[in-house]
């Protein structure tokens, strides 16, 4: 066997392996940025005899080979995230320095579970999340946690307001007894664009889909508050019991705001949990701007914040940010093996105390890193870019012959339709779809299509800070060209 291509040790030829490994790596990642396309790989059929074939040869071909045949297969295969020619989705480009922290996580393997695997990791994520509580506008006695991306962040605020209303409103420990007997009858407020995890985590949750009750939004894709406050009355007048309210801060297609202040004051009427899901919209904290889009945020007990958004950080990164840290308890379990009562009084934090997870990786560094690295003024600039090009689009739309617009975008996301009135509605639809499909595989161009008032339409989720002007007149003129 051969001990040097193990692990980095420090022995200086697992040393010089390791350094190799990596240069041989970043070489093949810079050779695969060879042209500016979204997407350069085969349709699905092809791609997926492409990658058929056996991953465990009776010997092993070495890191050389290995690293070929994922030359030959992966990487050229990948959407490049950070093409100005990739805006489907709310999946962002990586910046450069938490690449750099990403291969720092990997090589230590910090899990953030007990502070004897991650002692200064433990510490950093501690501040960082002190740091974060500030900026969002939370007090003395707030807390959060790292967490695997938005919709697992959802999930802990919602089982945290679960568990918080049966033990305060209806004197009902869920974590010794498990649900209490009129379960069913319990209500969460989304709007009707909230993103899915909502009804996922209310059915992990023990509380089913029904538990989720869509609110209507208005033209601004914003969510009704006074059709919310008409739900939760008709729901106390038939018995059902309201626990939580939960505020999109940035919808997944059109980036719209939930007005956060008004449904926090409903909160507050019906002393319910406010949670606002702010996984696209956190960003604009960032933006001197913009920030005031998403005043109120420091409302709600407990907040949604991506780092692989907005943010444009390494997936994952995430981190729930609850405004009281009482609100942990129901996380809180004792075991001998990793984290003894005894350690806390010790100053050993171990944060799986707050968490659902239990090997967690350390993502805080890629915030610790790149907040330090760019600064207020850096950030400011990137986020202001992608938010003004999707109102750049938007203004352009409205003198661009055969295109119809949805909604004024508040964030960087904005939906619209090629739209010819000489054809139907249904044939519309048909070409939308149409062009989206070609642009993949003919134009190397990935946007993202979705549903408004029953209609295809196209979307550019604009969190490139790349994008200019002339390129996203370009596309326009291109999806146009491809609409015949
Ligand atoms: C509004 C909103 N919330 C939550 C999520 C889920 O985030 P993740 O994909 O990180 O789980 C998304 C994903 O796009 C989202 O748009």
Not at 235 to 256: E, R
Not at 263 to 275: N, Q, V
Not at 296 to 309: C, E, Q, Y
Request: charged share 25%; aromatic share 10%; with cysteine.
């Amino acid at each position: 066997m051969n001990t040097n291509n193990i692990f980095i040790t420090n022995d200086k030829a697992s040393l010089d392996v390791f350094k190799d490994t990596i240069e041989k790596t970043s070489k093949a990642i810079i050779e695969a940025y060879n042209n500016d396309k979204a997407y350069t790989g085969p349709q699905p059929f092809d791609l997926k005899k492409a990658v058929k074939g056996s991953i465990l040869p009776d010997n092993g071909l070495g890191f050389d080979k290995a690293l070929e045949n994922a030359k030959r297969v992966v990487l050229p295969n990948f959407v490049r995230t950070s093409s100005t020619n990739y805006m489907a989705h709310l999946h962002s480009a990586t910046l450069i320095e938490t690449i750099a922290a990403e291969l720092i996580i990997s090589t230590f393997n910090q899990s953030m579970d007990s502070w004897d695997q991650s002692p200064v990791a433990t510490e950093i994520e501690v501040e960082v999340v002190r740091q974060l509580c500030k900026l969002y506008g939370y007090g003395e006695g707030s807390d959060g946690i790292f967490t695997s991306g938005g919709s697992q962040s959802n999930t802990n605020g919602i089982f945290l307001a679960r568990d918080w209303f049966c033990k305060e409103k209806l004197n009902w420990d869920v974590k010794k007894f498990g649900l209490p007997e009129n379960y069913r009858k319990f209500r969460m407020y989304a709007s009707e664009i909230s993103h899915f995890s909502m009804e996922k985590s209310t059915h992990m949750l023990g509380l089913g889909y029904d538990a989720v009750v869509k609110v209507p939004v208005d033209e601004r894709q914003k969510m009704d508050v006074a059709a919310l406050e008409k739900l939760i009355e008709k729901d106390i007048a038939d018995g059902n019991i309201p626990f939580c309210v939960v505020a999109t801060v940035g919808t997944t297609d059109y980036g719209s705001i939930d007005p956060i202040e008004k449904i926090a004051d409903l909160a507050e009427k019906y002393d319910i949990w406010f949670h606002c899901d702010a996984a696209y919209g956190s960003g604009a904290i960032m933006s001197d701007k913009y920030r005031s889009r998403i005043a109120g945020l420091n409302r709600a007990d407990s907040i949604t914040v991506d780092f692989h958004k907005m943010f444009m950080m390494p997936i994952s990164a995430s981190c729930s940010l609850i405004k009281d840290a009482k609100d942990f308890e129901p996380f809180e379990l004792h075991a001998d093996y990793l984290n003894r009562e005894e350690d806390e009084e010790d100053g050993y934090t171990n944060l799986v105390s707050k968490s659902m997870q239990t090997t967690r990786r350390f993502d805080a560094l890629k915030v610790w890193l790149s907040f330090q690295c760019r600064g207020k003024d850096g950030w400011n600039d990137l986020i202001d870019t992608c938010i003004e090009n999707a109102k750049y689009v938007y203004d352009t739309l409205e003198h661009r012959e055969g295109f119809a617009r949805t909604c004024e975008p508040e964030l960087s996301s904005i939906v619209f339709r090629l739209y010819d009135k000489n054809l139907s509605e249904n044939e519309n639809d048909e070409v939308n779809k149409k062009v989206r499909r070609a642009l993949i595989h003919k134009e190397g161009v990935v946007i993202g299509q979705t549903v408004f008032g029953g209609r295809v339409h196209l979307k550019f989720t604009l969190i490139n800070p790349l994008t200019t002007h002339e390129k996203l007149d370009q596309l326009l003129d291109l999806i146009y060209s491809l609409k015949n």
